[in-house]
């Protein structure tokens, strides 16, 4: 279960992150809490996060089907 959103993952739906920390949240609930807002902690455990390793995360992982930049849908 995403602890931002609280829906559960579902399998081949939901694109992951995973921070270093082992805690997972969907991609599209975790981008705005580190972009928008700039928090640069884990928003379930606080643990600090690096700015190289959230860029990596934010561009290396597979687009997130539930993001809709278009239709102004996050």
Same mark, same amino acid.
């Not at 829906?7 to 739906?13: A, C, L, M, S």
């Not at 807002?37 to 561009?59: E, F, G, N, V």
């Given at each position: 279960? $995403?602890?931002?959103?609280?829906?559960?993952?579902?399998?081949? !739906?939901? !694109? @992951?992150?995973? #921070?270093? /920390?082992?805690?997972? %949240?969907? &991609? &599209? $609930? @975790?981008?705005? *809490? !580190? /972009?928008? &807002?700039?928090?640069?902690? /884990?928003?379930?455990?606080?643990?600090?996060? =690096?700015?190289? *390793?959230?860029? #990596? #995360?934010?561009?290396?992982?597979?687009? =997130?089907?539930? @993001?809709? %930049?278009?239709?102004?849908? !996050?």
């Amino acid at each position: 279960m $995403c602890s931002i959103c609280l829906d559960e993952y579902e399998d081949g !739906v939901s !694109v @992951l992150a995973v #921070l270093p /920390c082992r805690h997972a %949240f969907h &991609k &599209k $609930c @975790l981008t705005p *809490w !580190v /972009c928008d &807002k700039q928090q640069m902690s /884990c928003p379930y455990c606080r643990q600090a996060l =690096d700015r190289r *390793w959230l860029a #990596l #995360l934010l561009l290396l992982a597979p687009p =997130d089907p539930g @993001l809709d %930049f278009e239709r102004g849908r !996050v």
